[in-house]
């Protein structure tokens, strides 16, 4: 092979995986996995933020774009559907595009060489014409309708439309009816150019494979490219303020829904340093807002939430937030209740022995997740992508120091940083 591999081992944990870097430019890497299924994914570095509009205010492709490419990539130029071409092989494929990327996976027990053909094909060979545009056009409309009935989806965009200004993670990853409607064959192969190179994508293997079996697909399946001219990131001049605290809206749920966003602007440009927030996060999160936590349980005793009550950060070098989300009957309350709670650890100090619990429990967790061809090759894209790596996230949890996490705490939690999204249920008129 011409081809330069990397080898990632963590002693510790039992656990290697190699990177290599095709002739196209390509990143692939393999990591051995003796389990019954072999999971495997395409992924490209370009999700609805990478649509960003410029000093102008306009974008270089409608808004849904990115997510309308998933959708027609299935589509081959002899009429048939990949969808039925892993089903015949006995895989189970399947697609998403998110704010920051779009990938394409399956999971075989049998026949991965077939499978993993034809991933790397109807990848690399897109077939748009104007008639199967429009058709398309007509199928992510009715998405997006079912998007906008759904209340746990509005709840969630507009918490993110109450954090941000301008930023494009507030755009609807699917777009709108009218952007999409905009959406022409052309439109879609430029795109595809633009974003779709080697050198913007990366092949995940996960299971019971070799890096001579993958790399040998690779060869014979991948087309030759030409040289690729990256398009610049467009600058988008976020203030660290939020855009509004309320977000109020009307829809079809018993019970009021919220998310409480917390807008983080102290984003590292250093992947590691980023990893490392990442990982303090997860460990002050669960310490904070857990079900085992006070503050949960404080608010469940007293009938203020329901049982389903959650926490989650995302952090990507463009943006960061919490969402804090659940159902109550007054999120006003609950909301007042969780300043109350973080200031009362403001003043009292997180306790170490509850960081050492938690971080333990976080550790113990990301060791399980060594357990699932699946989720090891999603956690393992995750990081190709914010130029990371798989092992030092474990290792980081593993040695993830005190002050670090209490000076995070008293960072991150700026009361004028929080923004309250609501959906109530629809009024008698609105039914």
Same mark, same amino acid.
């Given at each position: 092979?011409?081809?330069?591999?990397?080898?990632?081992?963590?002693?510790?944990?039992?656990?290697?995986?190699?990177?290599?870097?095709?002739?196209?430019?390509?990143?692939?890497?393999?990591?051995?996995?003796?389990?019954?299924?072999?999971?495997?994914?395409?992924?490209?570095?370009?999700?609805?933020?990478?649509?960003?509009?410029?000093?102008?205010?306009?974008?270089?492709?409608?808004?849904?774009?990115?997510?309308?490419?998933?959708?027609?990539?299935?589509?081959?130029?002899?009429?048939?559907?990949?969808?039925?071409?892993?089903?015949?092989?006995?895989?189970?494929?399947?697609?998403?595009?998110?704010?920051?990327?779009?990938?394409?996976?399956?999971?075989?027990?049998?026949?991965?060489?077939?499978?993993?053909?034809?991933?790397?094909?109807?990848?690399?060979?897109?077939?748009?014409?104007?008639?199967?545009?429009?058709?398309?056009?007509?199928?992510?409309?009715?998405?997006?309708?079912?998007?906008?009935?759904?209340?746990?989806?509005?709840?969630?965009?507009?918490?993110?439309?109450?954090?941000?200004?301008?930023?494009?993670?507030?755009?609807?990853?699917?777009?709108?009816?009218?952007?999409?409607?905009?959406?022409?064959?052309?439109?879609?192969?430029?795109?595809?150019?633009?974003?779709?190179?080697?050198?913007?994508?990366?092949?995940?293997?996960?299971?019971?494979?070799?890096?001579?079996?993958?790399?040998?697909?690779?060869?014979?399946?991948?087309?030759?490219?030409?040289?690729?001219?990256?398009?610049?990131?467009?600058?988008?001049?976020?203030?660290?303020?939020?855009?509004?605290?309320?977000?109020?809206?009307?829809?079809?749920?018993?019970?009021?829904?919220?998310?409480?966003?917390?807008?983080?602007?102290?984003?590292?440009?250093?992947?590691?340093?980023?990893?490392?927030?990442?990982?303090?996060?997860?460990?002050?999160?669960?310490?904070?807002?857990?079900?085992?936590?006070?503050?949960?349980?404080?608010?469940?005793?007293?009938?203020?939430?329901?049982?389903?009550?959650?926490?989650?950060?995302?952090?990507?070098?463009?943006?960061?937030?919490?969402?804090?989300?659940?159902?109550?009957?007054?999120?006003?309350?609950?909301?007042?209740?969780?300043?109350?709670?973080?200031?009362?650890?403001?003043? *009292?100090? /997180?306790?170490?022995?509850? #960081? =050492?619990?938690?971080?333990?429990?976080? +550790?113990? &967790?990301?060791? %399980?997740?060594?357990?699932?061809?699946?989720?090891?090759? *999603?956690? /393992?894209?995750?990081?190709? #992508? =914010?130029?990371?790596?798989?092992?030092? +996230?474990? &290792?980081?949890? %593993?040695?993830?120091?005190?002050?670090?996490?209490?000076?995070?705490?008293?960072?991150?939690?700026?009361?004028?940083?929080?923004?309250?999204?609501?959906?109530?249920?629809?009024?008698?008129?609105?039914?």
């Amino acid at each position: 092979m011409n081809e330069k591999m990397q080898t990632f081992e963590s002693e510790w944990l039992r656990e290697h995986y190699y990177r290599v870097v095709h002739t196209s430019g390509l990143p692939v890497y393999v990591f051995p996995k003796e389990m019954t299924a072999t999971y495997a994914l395409f992924a490209v570095n370009f999700g609805e933020v990478d649509n960003a509009a410029n000093a102008e205010g306009e974008q270089s492709f409608p808004a849904g774009i990115a997510h309308f490419l998933e959708h027609k990539l299935f589509s081959n130029e002899d009429g048939s559907d990949s969808f039925e071409r892993f089903s015949a092989y006995g895989a189970d494929a399947n697609a998403y595009t998110s704010h920051t990327k779009t990938v394409y996976m399956f999971t075989a027990t049998d026949h991965f060489g077939e499978s993993f053909g034809e991933l790397i094909d109807f990848v690399s060979h897109p077939y748009f014409t104007e008639a199967s545009v429009k058709k398309e056009q007509g199928i992510i409309a009715e998405e997006i309708r079912m998007c906008r009935d759904n209340p746990y989806d509005r709840c969630y965009y507009n918490m993110l439309e109450g954090l941000y200004y301008c930023h494009p993670i507030k755009t609807e990853i699917c777009g709108s009816i009218r952007s999409v409607s905009k959406i022409t064959a052309g439109m879609l192969y430029d795109c595809y150019s633009t974003h779709y190179h080697p050198e913007n994508m990366a092949v995940v293997v996960c299971g019971n494979v070799t890096v001579d079996e993958v790399m040998h697909i690779v060869n014979e399946r991948l087309p030759k490219t030409g040289p690729w001219q990256k398009p610049p990131r467009a600058t988008v001049n976020e203030p660290s303020t939020i855009h509004r605290e309320r977000m109020i809206d009307h829809g079809q749920v018993g019970k009021p829904i919220f998310s409480i966003g917390v807008k983080d602007v102290h984003i590292p440009l250093d992947g590691d340093a980023r990893l490392r927030r990442d990982a303090a996060m997860a460990i002050l999160s669960e310490m904070l807002f857990s079900e085992s936590g006070e503050l949960y349980h404080s608010l469940l005793d007293r009938g203020l939430i329901s049982p389903e009550f959650s926490a989650d950060y995302a952090l990507t070098r463009d943006f960061g937030f919490l969402q804090i989300s659940g159902e109550a009957d007054d999120p006003e309350a609950v909301l007042r209740e969780i300043l109350d709670f973080l200031e009362k650890q403001r003043q *009292n100090g /997180l306790s170490e022995a509850d #960081f =050492e619990r938690t971080r333990r429990v976080e +550790y113990a &967790e990301s060791i %399980k997740g060594f357990d699932s061809t699946e989720e090891i090759a *999603n956690n /393992l894209l995750s990081f190709v #992508f =914010e130029e990371a790596e798989l092992f030092t +996230y474990v &290792e980081l949890l %593993k040695n993830m120091e005190f002050d670090y996490v209490q000076a995070l705490f008293a960072e991150f939690f700026d009361p004028q940083r929080f923004t309250l999204s609501v959906v109530r249920p629809m009024r008698d008129n609105e039914r």
